[in-house]
Nanobody, 120 residues
C-alpha cells in the first residue's frame, strides 16, 4: 500500500524558511494528487496546499498563499513544501497526503507528520 514519509521539519525563527519533503512509495506516484495539511496543538487539522498528479496546477489555503509553494518531482516520487516568511502561527505538525479519485472510489493516505516550530 501507499507509504508516505515526511522530513525536513524543525525549529526556525520567524521570517525564516524550511522545505518539507514527502517520499511516496507503494503505488504509482504520478496518478495521485499530493497535499500538505497541518495541525496545531488544540486545533483541527487544516488544509495547506495540494498539487494535481501532473504538477501542472496547485492550490493553497489563504493563510499560506504567497508564502508557501508546493511542488512535486514525479521522477523522484517526492512532493515538497517550500515555506518562506514563516510565522509563529505556522507552528504545527505537517502531514503529507496522497489522494486519488476514480469513478467508483476515492482513497487517501497520510504520512506520520513532521513538526515545524516557528519561534518569535
Amino acid at each position: 500500500q501507499v507509504q508516505l514519509v515526511e522530513s525536513g521539519g524543525g525549529l526556525v525563527q520567524a521570517g525564516g524558511s524550511l522545505r518539507l519533503s514527502c517520499a511516496f512509495s507503494g503505488r504509482i506516484f504520478s496518478t495521485y494528487a499530493m497535499g500538505w495539511f497541518r495541525q496545531a496543538p488544540g486545533k483541527e487539522r487544516e488544509f495547506v496546499a495540494r498539487v494535481i498528479p501532473s504538477g501542472g496546477s496547485s492550490e493553497y489555503s489563504d493563510s499560506v498563499k504567497g508564502r508557501f509553494t508546493i511542488s512535486r518531482d514525479n521522477a523522484k516520487n517526492t512532493v515538497y513544501l517550500q515555506m518562506n516568511s514563516l510565522k509563529p502561527e505556522d507552528t504545527a505538525v505537517y502531514y503529507c497526503r496522497a489522494d486519488k479519485r476514480t469513478t467508483m472510489a476515492y482513497v487517501d493516505y497520510w504520512g506520520q507528520g513532521t513538526q515545524v516550530t516557528v519561534s518569535s
